[in-house]
DNA sequence: AGTCAGCGCGCG
DNA sequence: AAAGCGCGCGCTGACT
């Protein structure tokens, strides 16, 4: 094949290894090639053997390689010594050999041989490159580092091989019924209006379901209907809809209002990420329901798995890879665009056949999946296509005043920037830096910027505090430009103006470019600002909001509609641009510190739940204990300082980092040894959360999974990780997840029962939108008051017992705040919330009217 | 022109 | 020896 060259010193990692250059070994006219990052040690080299043989491979047909020919354990390869080594060695092994497939190890792997990068996105994936057919995945170094990998990856071994064997996938395919002209359409309806059971998928073109543009491309299902006999029959089929080849396609929306009444008396509704289709048809007046979604389904069952429907069609059925590139596809012909649209629900359905008997299985998951995540996906599709009232005017004027601030802000700064066309008022002024190929002056930047740190470390000479990551060729990292770093240099110089004029610029450029432009460009014409909240977007159970997958993908341009409405500043500049719409209110009902509270009830802290059933406040009996002074002299900053106490220690945190945060974020300063104090001061507080911790600890190795008291599960397989850190990760991941996830869930249960008792007392409020531990609404002001009531009392009674055999023995408080914007809204009392038309006045503005 | 990692910061 | 958890996203700069 080639030759090993000793005396290689190419590049920087032949001076970090005992045996420079191993080249590839294995069969000389092998027909696949298996590349790894670097030389494999004999544990991974045999790891890696072990699975390849279990899944179907003959060794003797293998050429073993690597991408780099050094093998270090104290350096890593930088993306230099990965492009020298490749060209002088591996490209040559690829040409010599002609490998028929090829095998890539990491991500290196993956970048030597396609070009592309992002190992987690690419993985498993069927391509063809180098002319051979091509599969990369993750390392076993990564896979024994992060145990959790582990299954995932022999999956793709096992996809590898049957690619290798030509069998592939487990599933036949069965004959696919276009539904093409005005006949077939009708007989369709007519077994529709007999159909059990129905898995659709949509293929869709255009930004979002509301531009005007927008097209439904082809809708296809799998059915299950009863044939003359009584047996259950399954069809697979398509309909051509928005598409310059489909007969349909003048009338795309007529053919959809068409089947729309059969499709919705279809009981069983299953779909893939089924959310997002069901926003579609319901904009094209099908009321599609989604009663099973396979993507929840899966993400319920085990949080860390790949949840598209090709890795679940590829791990759960075997079946290869299949699709089309989803760009534009009314430039595309429409044939096989209907053939992919097929796969996508027939293997959905079969994918539900498997994971609801997963579900029948563990009827705690099964509980939470029926009572809390279906129906609290079928009240977001509503929510997300409601929006959340922005105030028009409030907006332009924020949008205004937040440009002049910061313009500001950047001319008072331009007055300590030197000009670089005149060196003669200081030499240093030479080394202004310079951006590009073409060695061109660098502009004036004042955010990260190469630039900026040319003007804070050298023009101006402030000292460097912190660095950022070391880079890949051993030279030091960039000079941090955070905010704590300024907030450090403002006390070593509290008189130079300049670090007080950038705290407060990236605030207001920060509002600029994040909030109030963005707002402004994705608002709808009925000045309603929609998000999209994921319930599979985190590990556990909380949702996440933002925008589809799909839409984050063009970087700069068309960034789509949708918005995070979890990370709202606080600022009531910001958040007073939020609200309802006149005659209406703003309601913000949140669950007081919910967190805490349920920490103290599951780890059973005597002195934690004394607290809590005595309604003291955590805060300022923590700001009593560390300052020795009675609650009543306890000052609000100390109080202040008490709350990342309490939040900190609780999920594992050192003192260390208490100090930065009680800095950072609260200003106020502590010594080491005062920090080291306050850790003791928390757990002397509350014991019972040592034994609680220890208990986390003891489940979570065992098992290696923990369970929050509603059902949900968290799985921590890199508990078994060689790396303490790892370890040590998981072990604090264990601690906080059945908090985090319960305190979510009752956020979610009450947002779900709300929403009902609204539409059945026939009350005119919504849900806008939630945030982690907070539910927002909008109200009509003649419904407000006995709105308020309900609120309160649904979610400070929420039947956790029948619903979920969890009997809540600490008292719950929902803190409710009404207004008319969200940044104004006032906190109301008991009294206040019950007796509601005593104080209407106080919190309507009645001069908003509609 | 598009992609990606790293940083930094918004929220709970 | 070293240690909060959970998210999304805009910007820069390097690269293709």
């Known amino acids: 094949m080639i030759e090993r060259n000793p005396r290689c010193n190419l590049c920087r990692l032949s001076q970090y290894t005992d045996t420079v250059c191993e080249v590839g070994f294995g069969r000389k006219n092998a027909d696949i090639m298996v590349i790894s990052r670097m030389p494999n040690s004999s544990t991974y080299q045999d790891m890696i053997e072990a699975e390849l043989s279990q899944a179907g491979i003959d060794l003797t047909r293998c050429y073993f390689t690597s991408v780099v020919k050094c093998r270090s354990f104290e350096k890593d390869p930088g993306k230099k010594d990965i492009k020298t080594c490749t060209e002088n060695y591996l490209d040559l092994e690829i040409e010599r050999m002609k490998p028929k497939f090829i095998l890539g190890f990491g991500n290196e792997a993956l970048a030597a041989i396609t070009k592309n990068s992002g190992i987690m996105k690419y993985r498993g994936r069927v391509s063809e490159a180098r002319g051979a057919t091509v599969l990369c995945t993750v390392s076993p170094a990564s896979v024994v580092r992060n145990p959790g990998q582990k299954g995932a990856w022999q999956a793709d071994l096992q996809l590898f091989a049957s690619t290798v064997s030509g069998h592939a996938g487990g599933l036949e395919i069965p004959k696919m019924a276009i539904i093409d002209d005005k006949v077939k359409l009708a007989k369709l309806r007519t077994l529709m209006a007999k159909a059990t059971l129905l898995s659709y998928d949509i293929e869709t073109a255009g930004q979002d379901e509301w531009d005007p543009t927008a097209g439904i491309v082809s809708l296809a299902g799998t059915m299950i209907y009863p044939d003359a006999d ?15 080849q489909s007969p349909f396609r003048k009338v795309w929306r007529d053919v959809l209002r068409y089947i729309a009444k059969a499709f919705e ?58 699709g089309i590139d989803t760009k534009d596809l009314r430039s595309q012909p429409l044939r096989p665009i209907l053939k992919y649209n097929c796969l996508d629900p027939y293997y959905t359905y079969h994918i539900y056949l498997k994971l609801r008997q997963d579900l029948i299985d563990q009827p705690r998951l099964m509980r939470v999946f029926k009572l809390m995540v279906i129906p609290a996906n079928e009240k977001l599709i509503e929510i997300e296509q409601r929006g959340a009232w922005i105030d028009p005017e409030k907006l332009a004027s924020a949008i205004n005043v937040s440009f002049q601030m910061r313009d500001e802000l950047d001319r008072e700064l331009m007055t300590y920037v030197p000009d670089p066309d005149d060196p003669t008022q200081d030499v240093k002024v030479l080394t202004w830096p310079t951006q590009g190929k073409k060695a061109k002056w660098a502009e004036v930047n004042f955010n990260a910027s190469n630039w900026m740190r040319w003007w804070m470390f050298e023009w101006l000479e402030f000292p460097i505090i912190e660095r950022g990551k070391v880079k890949d060729d051993d030279s030091p990292g960039d000079p941090s430009l955070a905010e704590a770093t300024m907030v ?138 560390m300052t020795g002074k009675p609650i009543s002299l306890v000052t609000k ?214």
């Open 637 to 850: 900053d100390e109080r202040k300082a008490a709350k990342p106490v309490n939040f900190g220690y609780l999920y594992g945190m050192w003192w260390k980092k208490f100090i930065e945060t009680a800095k950072m974020k609260y200003g106020v300063l502590f010594t080491d040894e005062q920090a080291k104090a306050s850790r003791v001061a928390f757990f002397d507080m509350y014991p019972g959360f040592v034994h609680w911790h220890n208990r986390q600890r003891r489940i979570v190795h065992e098992y290696g999974r923990v369970q929050s008291p509603l059902g949900r599960i968290r799985h921590l397989p890199d508990i078994f990780s060689a790396d303490k850190m790892v370890v040590q990760e998981a072990e604090r991941q264990a601690i906080n997840s059945p908090v985090q996830s319960m305190a979510s869930d009752m956020n979610l249960l009450g947002m779900i029962l709300l929403d009902d008792e609204f539409k059945r007392l026939g009350l005119r409020a919504h849900t806008l939108g939630l945030v982690h531990d907070a539910i927002n609404f909008e109200c009509h002001n003649d419904d407000l008051v006995q709105v308020l009531p309900l609120i309160k009392s649904t979610m400070e009674h929420l039947p956790l017992k029948k619903k979920f055999g969890c009997e809540i023995d600490i008292p719950i408080a929902a803190d409710i705040k009404v207004g008319s914007h969200w940044g104004y809204a006032k906190e109301l009392t008991d009294e206040q919330v019950f007796n509601f038309q005593h104080y209407y006045h106080e919190f309507v503005d009645e001069s908003r009217v509609s």
């Open 265 to 322: 008396g279809i009981k069983v509704q299953i779909a893939h990420n089924g959310k997002y289709d069901a926003k579609w048809l319901r904009v094209s007046k099908v009321q599609a329901r989604v009663t099973f979604d396979t993507m929840l389904a899966a993400h319920l069952l085990d949080e860390n798995r790949l949840k598209g429907l090709k890795p679940l069609g590829r791990m759960l059925l075997g079946v290869a890879p299949w």
């Open 488 to 625: 450090e240099l403002q006390t070593r110089f509290p008189d130079h103006p300049v670090l007080k004029l950038l705290v407060e610029r990236s605030k207001w450029q920060k509002y600029c470019s994040t909030y109030v432009t963005r707002y402004q460009e994705v608002a709808d014409d009925q000045n309603r600002i929609h998000t999209v909240f994921k319930l599979a977007g985190t590990v556990t159970g909380r949702l996440s909001s933002g925008k589809e997958d799909e839409e984050k993908i063009s970087a700069t341009r068309d960034r789509g509609r949708g918005v995070n409405l979890q990370q709202v500043p606080r600022d009531p500049f910001i958040r007073g641009l939020f609200g309802a719409p006149p005659g209406w209110s703003f309601i913000e009902a949140d669950f007081g510190q919910i967190e805490f509270r349920l920490a103290v009830f599951i780890s059973r802290d005597k002195n934690g739940l004394r607290l809590i059933r005595e309604g003291v406040d955590v805060h300022l009996e923590m700001a009593a204990k």
């Open 230 to 244: 009584g047996n259950d029959k399954l069809i697979v089929w398509v309909i051509p809809l928005d598409h310059p």
